[in-house]
């Protein structure tokens, strides 16, 4: 209520000086309308005398002082209309100095003096001199704060710089910089004096009413950096020095933070690197509660913008030795402010990195300096768990990737790993994606061992738990895109000399394996056929690759491969394992290995034994199997005997009975291979395709003891495809009574299902009877496959 009764008062008060000012301002009016002289002074000094309220806070007594700026516009105008008040503006403004109160009597003075100098009756620099040396008559900061600002407002056209009217023999730039700069000074004592004011339980009140006045203060460094004619040498010895002064002796935390800001904003780049060191030492000398962080961080930043605007003015950063000084400048306000946060501590090397990225981006040692000095900062620190100083480590290692577009510079990078230690688990996983994206989105293709390792040391988040992390926690999208990624990686590992590649294979299968259970059956694939493409390579190139003094030689690969496979296996994951397995061996055929590949074959037909109990599972792994061994062509008779032995007889003790005659008439492929010779056993074909038959009669009075009906003849149908197959090869025990008596068999298969059920249509129908439209086809067609099918009798 206490608080409230004071903005109520406030008001009353903001309302009783606007109608001070208004009345005055009507008389005041009046008077200019007569050119009364003595009358418009009398009235303005009493308007202006509402500015000498003190109860009042900066945002209220702005309107207020807003509202007698206007009036006083128009009393400028008068006063150099010197035939309506018929008097000199000498004259003039010696008359407004006899005014009451010295607060009035200094806006007159100033309105005046406006004129005055406008006049050209007088230097502009004794004119100025004379207004901002009567200003300190004024010593309530916040009058005195907005009377100097209306002193600032109403010279900044009259200032005798290089162009200006004013400018001449007894007027210089220097004049004009002199003026501005006491004026600042003033200005800004008065505005640290604020603080002081009343008693300390106000302190929180007193600081926000200083941060609104702030831009009273900083409007004059505005007006430093506006003014033409200030080069670099009078910035350097006069301005610069001069301003700094104030900000380092106010110990003002508040004015020392927002001066620093306005001196890197308003003067220009350049003049900035010209005058580092100087800037910099200023910065190691603020007050410890000062955000030094952020002040230099504007600075870099401005200076980065700078390096990047033109490549011209690189060479002027060399001269300097910029890096040189804003690395020891920072690790000096790093080492000073013990209390500074460790993000803020990342913030600030963050900020070196970007400018040392821009400006000499071919110094990779610069960058690896300033991560070792993040090292130093990191390792003082027992954990870091702060997620804003985490978001900036993030930022600092993104950073060097965004640059090079290459992961291979990084990777040079002998703190970059050392960093990337002081990251949580969640954060590394962060760091270890961006890195995998950016490997992606650049097309890098990492080509050495040594790489490889560094490489997998800063993904390892990625690839095995870190901290005894458990992965059943982790989200399950999340983990297989996390995977995936990884898997990704792998194939973007390349070179062109075997043994590197086989040594990137090792160093990768080295990391891999520690990935436990869940990340195997996703990491170990695109391991193994990277490893296969090694294989071929080497298969392709002239030169002995089944020795055993070849260092990357195909049967060392297989080993390494046989040996990591059967780590997939015991995950346990035995389909895909089997389908490596299967991969190898026929890798294994192309390089002429017999005795590998029976062996990736015999691991295969014992995980399908041992592991794979699912139904679907083993009818997919049959097919698997049967595919591979139709496609090698390296085994000699009794290996492939065995092989396609034990393929029959596992597709016969298959669980369904449509699977099972699926599964045995594809082994009929087993023995008869068109482009091999060696393999065209039509008596095998044939056993294959009546032992199919013989399971379709079964499947089929096994339907009809269980439903009352035979049901579909799809399986006759494919098994009669599967004849016509071998008849059109030449497979000489397919005989056209053969394929006559499976279509009459279908036939009457159709005729008792229909009869059993009293329909006229089948769903097997349109497969039967395309079928035998292509046997009416190929008789058709004529030529001797013409002459073979007219032996079959529809």
């Known amino acids: 209520m206490r608080r409230l009764a004071g903005v109520e008062d406030e008001e009353k008060w903001l309302a009783e000086g606007i109608a001070g000012i208004q009345h005055n301002a009507f008389f005041m009016h009046r008077a200019l309308d007569a050119n009364n002289?003595?009358?418009?002074?009398?009235?303005?000094a009493l308007m202006l005398s509402e500015l000498r309220t003190s109860k009042l806070s900066p945002q209220k007594y702005y309107d207020l002082y807003m509202r007698a700026f206007d009036q006083l516009r128009q009393l400028e105008v008068f006063f150099k209309d010197e035939s309506r008040h018929g008097l000199p503006v000498v004259d003039l403004y010696e008359l407004v100095q006899h005014a009451g109160n010295i607060l009035p009597r200094m806006y007159l003075l100033c309105t005046v003096g406006s004129v005055y100098i406008k006049s050209k009756q007088a230097p502009s620099k004794d004119v100025l001199k004379d207004l901002v040396e009567m200003c300190r008559g004024v010593q309530h900061p916040i009058r005195g704060l907005f009377l100097r600002s209306y002193l600032a407002q109403v010279s900044r056209d009259k200032l005798p710089e290089i162009g200006s009217e004013y400018e001449g023999d007894a007027n210089t730039v220097m004049?004009?910089?002199?003026?501005?700069?006491?004026?600042?000074?003033?200005?800004?004592?008065?505005?640290?004096?604020?603080?002081?004011?009343?008693?300390?339980?106000?302190?929180?009140?007193?600081?926000?009413?200083r941060n609104e006045l702030r831009d009273l203060v900083g409007k004059n460094l505005h007006v430093l950096g506006q003014i033409?004619?200030?080069?670099?040498?009078?910035?350097?010895?006069?301005?610069?020095?001069?301003?700094?002064?104030?900000?380092?002796?106010?110990?003002?935390?508040?004015?020392?933070?927002?001066?620093?800001?306005?001196?890197?904003?308003?003067?220009?780049?350049?003049?900035?690197?010209?005058?580092?060191?100087?800037?910099?030492?200023?910065?190691?000398?603020?007050?410890?509660?000062?955000?030094?962080?952020?002040?230099?961080?504007?600075?870099?930043?401005?200076?980065?913008?700078?390096?990047?605007?033109?490549?011209?003015v690189l060479h002027e950063f060399l001269q300097v030795e910029a890096f040189a000084k804003l690395s020891n400048a920072i690790g000096k306000v790093i080492d000073t402010q013990i209390e500074m946060p460790i993000v803020g501590a990342m913030t600030l090397f963050v900020s070196l990195l970007t400018f040392t990225l821009r400006v000499h981006p071919d110094r990779l040692d610069y960058v690896d300096q300033i991560l070792g000095a993040c090292v130093v900062k990191l390792s003082s620190v027992p954990k870091l768990e702060d997620s804003r100083a985490m978001k900036q480590v993030v930022a600092l290692l993104s950073a060097p990737l965004e640059k090079y577009n290459d992961i291979v510079t990084a990777l040079t990078l002998s703190n970059y790993p050392r960093v990337m230690d002081h990251l949580d688990d969640g954060t590394n996983k962060v760091m270890a994606m961006l890195i995998i994206q950016s490997i992606m989105k650049n097309d890098s293709c990492i080509s050495t061992a040594d790489k490889v390792e560094v490489l997998f040391e800063l993904i390892k988040g990625l690839i095995k738990d870190l901290d005894g992390t458990d992965t059943e926690e982790l989200d399950e999208e999340d983990f297989q895109e996390e995977q995936n990624s990884v898997a990704r990686l792998i194939h973007m590992l390349d070179n062109e000399?075997?043994?590197?590649?086989?040594?990137?294979?090792?160093?990768?299968?080295?990391?891999?394996m520690t990935g436990g259970t869940r990340r195997l059956?996703?990491?170990?694939?695109?391991?193994?056929?990277?490893?296969?493409?090694?294989?071929?390579?080497?298969?392709?190139?002239?030169?002995?690759?089944?020795?055993?003094?070849?260092?990357?030689?195909?049967?060392?690969?297989?080993?390494?491969?046989?040996?990591?496979?059967?780590?997939?296996?015991?995950?346990?994951?035995?389909?895909?394992?089997?389908?490596?397995?299967?991969q190898c061996a026929e890798a294994a055929s192309d390089c002429d290995l017999e005795p590998v590949a029976y062996e990736f074959f015999t691991q295969a037909f014992i995980l399908y034994e041992e592991e794979i109990a699912d139904s679907k599972a083993q009818v997919t792994?049959?097919?698997?199997?049967?595919?591979?061994?139709?496609?090698?062509?390296?085994?000699?008779?009794?290996?492939?005997d065995t092989l396609t032995h034990k393929a029959t007889g596992y597709s016969a003790r298959l669980l369904k009975k449509p699977d099972q005659c699926r599964a045995v008439y594809a082994c009929s492929h087993l023995f008869w291979v068109d482009d091999l010779d060696g393999i065209k056993d039509g008596e095998r074909v044939l056993l294959c395709l009546r032992r199919a038959l013989r399971i379709a009669n079964a499947a089929q009075q096994m339907a009809n003891a269980t439903r009352g009906s035979s049901g579909p003849v799809t399986l006759f149908v494919e098994i009669l495809n599967k004849y016509l197959y071998f008849y059109e090869k030449g497979n000489p025990h397919i005989t056209p009574s053969d394929i006559q008596s499976l279509i009459e068999l279908i036939n009457t298969e159709m005729q008792s299902d229909d009869n059993n059920n009293g329909n006229t249509r089948n769903h097997s129908d349109p497969f039967f009877t395309s079928t035998l439209r292509y046997i009416r086809f190929q008789k058709q067609k004529g030529g001797l496959m013409g002459d073979k099918y007219d032996l079959i009798k529809l």
């Open 175 to 209: 004049d004009a910089v002199e003026f501005v700069l006491q004026n600042f000074t003033e200005m800004n004592k008065l505005w640290v004096r604020i603080q002081h004011q009343g008693p300390g339980t106000v302190r929180e009140k007193q600081e926000k009413e």
């Open 497 to 512: 000399e075997p043994e590197e590649m086989l040594k990137i294979i090792c160093v990768v299968r080295k990391h891999l």
């Open 228 to 312: 033409e004619g200030v080069d670099l040498e009078m910035y350097k010895e006069t301005v610069l020095p001069r301003v700094l002064e104030q900000v380092v002796n106010c110990k003002d935390e508040l004015a020392q933070y927002y001066l620093m800001e306005c001196i890197i904003q308003v003067f220009p780049d350049e003049y900035h690197l010209q005058t580092l060191e100087t800037l910099l030492a200023a910065c190691t000398q603020l007050m410890p509660t000062v955000d030094t962080k952020i002040v230099l961080t504007q600075l870099m930043d401005r200076l980065s913008n700078y390096a990047a605007s033109s490549p011209d």
């Open 621 to 640: 792994a049959i097919h698997l199997i049967s595919g591979t061994l139709q496609r090698i062509n390296v085994f000699g008779v009794e290996n492939r």
């Open 521 to 582: 059956p996703f990491t170990v694939p695109p391991l193994v056929f990277s490893a296969l493409r090694l294989v071929r390579q080497l298969e392709s190139q002239d030169r002995d690759v089944t020795g055993e003094d070849v260092q990357a030689s195909p049967r060392k690969i297989f080993q390494i491969l046989n040996q990591t496979i059967e780590v997939l296996s015991s995950v346990p994951c035995p389909e895909l394992a089997l389908r490596l397995y299967l």
């Open 37 to 44: 002289l003595r009358e418009v002074l009398k009235y303005s």
